[in-house]
């Protein structure tokens, strides 16, 4: 606990006061234009990945980088879906898994989680996932899958997520008129690659290649 009370005071001593006048915007409003959901994994700082700055994400993270479909009981992912869609515009959602994913790991094991039943519930989820990674496979249903599986789990982890975000009436109206993007990312941990595929796609691409567009006009501009 001792370096987080030294970070706050460094951060209420130095950092404050040297963004002063952003915070006073931020005081009165937020207006982000990307919704981040990754998983609450200690390693996964969205803001160092994207150099951004308070206002410019607005992040949601859980166990799995999980976002149930849309139903009619409420849930804080669903609340924040609609409220970041509907009242803040966001114009990107940026689906964010990474690699080694505890919550993956129990998914490909869900047995190993009778101890915790509501992890074990939470996590059911991520089932389409792990049995599109069986049937390509050809293992058999209920047969726990060893670590040789887990990035291939991930993926379709994320692939999953981004499928579940279109149920949700938010985000299918303004993605049927062209007013909202998705992404889907795979951060890699040791290596700080991400690889990523879009709202229609199964299939990923690195990053550079995903964004060479974008990346082009950034180096037109310098």
Request: a negative charge; one cysteine or more; charged letters at 20%.
């Amino acid at each position: 606990m001792d370096h987080v009370v030294k970070g706050v005071l460094d951060f209420r001593r130095n950092v404050y006061p040297e963004h002063k006048d952003l915070f006073g915007e931020l005081a009165t409003g937020q207006s982000p234009e990307v919704l981040f959901f990754t998983c609450s994994d200690s390693r996964i700082d969205p803001n160092m990945m994207t150099g951004t700055h308070p206002g410019d994400l607005f992040i949601c993270r859980n166990a799995g980088n999980i976002i149930p479909p849309h139903s009619n009981e409420t849930g804080g992912m669903t609340a924040s879906i609609e409220f970041a869609v509907a009242v803040l515009q966001v114009r990107h959602i940026i689906v964010c898994g990474h690699t080694d994913c505890g919550a993956v790991k129990g998914a490909l094991d869900i047995d190993s989680l009778k101890g915790l039943p509501h992890v074990q519930e939470w996590l059911g989820h991520c089932r389409s996932a792990i049995e599109i990674v069986r049937e390509r496979h050809g293992i058999r249903p209920g047969e726990p899958l060893d670590g040789q599986y887990l990035n291939e789990a991930i993926r379709e982890n994320v692939l999953q997520q981004v499928q579940h975000l279109r149920t949700h009436p938010t985000v299918a109206a303004k993605l049927a008129t062209g007013k909202i993007q998705i992404h889907g990312w795979v951060y890699d941990i040791k290596s700080g690659t991400i690889c990523c595929c879009g709202q229609d796609s199964f299939e990923f691409q690195e990053f550079e290649t995903f964004y060479a567009d974008i990346i082009k006009k950034i180096e037109a501009q310098k």
